[in-house]
């Protein structure tokens, strides 16, 4: 089973590929960091990584000729298993507004809006360990539990159309969402590859998973 970390300048894929290829010795896997279409196209499973502004990791994954469509092609099409991580993850809305309004792949509907905490004292970015409270049952959450630990490094965050796809959140002075999903879509606002135990349990349910 071919699992393909998409490679498109968008953030240090270096610990999340290691700890891909870590859970994935376990079944046998091979876990592949790529930005050929024809990589994408022939994998099992993929995950989109992204660090840093919406509209910046949107514009970087379009001018790579070709990617876009073949992760959509496959993840829309023949429905392979696709995670989003961080800025991957938001990339599912609908539409996402930092900075400007920017189209998202709109594969999970709703908009990706700035945190907005109740209690002033509390810094944006949102940044370190909070504890996920986790709203809906789902195959690749098999094993984590409410108060399980996750790292976050997030301004902005996903506000989900539909409330069940919104699987899990925190609570940050007001709810934020940590992981939205349907069908063979899953992505996570934190980085499960910084989350020890939670994020690599995770990722193994991930790599077992099968919509």
């Known amino acids: 089973m071919l699992t393909v970390l998409v490679d498109y300048d968008s953030g240090n ?3 999340a590929q ?10 046998s896997g091979e876990i592949l960091v790529s930005s050929r279409p024809e990589d994408v196209a022939r994998a099992d499973r993929i995950v989109l990584p992204g660090d840093g502004a919406f509209p910046a990791c949107r514009k970087a994954l379009g001018e790579h000729g070709g990617l876009f469509e073949a992760i959509d092609e496959a993840v829309t099409r023949k429905a392979r298993p696709f995670m989003g991580i961080c800025i991957g993850m938001q990339m599912l809305a609908t539409r996402g507004l930092e900075y400007e309004p920017t189209p998202g792949f709109d594969w999970i509907g709703g908009e990706v809006t700035k945190i907005t905490p109740s209690d002033p004292g509390l810094k944006v970015p949102h940044m370190g360990w909070n504890d996920l409270i986790l709203d809906h049952p789902h195959p690749c959450l098999a094993g984590l539990s409410t108060g399980d630990h996750a790292y976050f490094v997030h301004s902005y965050h996903f506000k989900v159309a539909n409330p069940a796809h919104r699987l899990a959140h925190v609570d940050y002075a007001g709810e934020v969402t940590a992981i939205v999903g349907r069908d063979n879509l899953f992505g996570t606002q934190f980085h499960p590859e910084k989350s020890q135990a939670a994020g690599l349990r995770l990722i193994a349910n991930f790599l077992a998973w099968k919509p």
């Open 13 to 15: 894929l270096h610990s």
């Open 18 to 27: 290691k700890a891909f290829e870590r859970m994935a010795a376990e079944t």
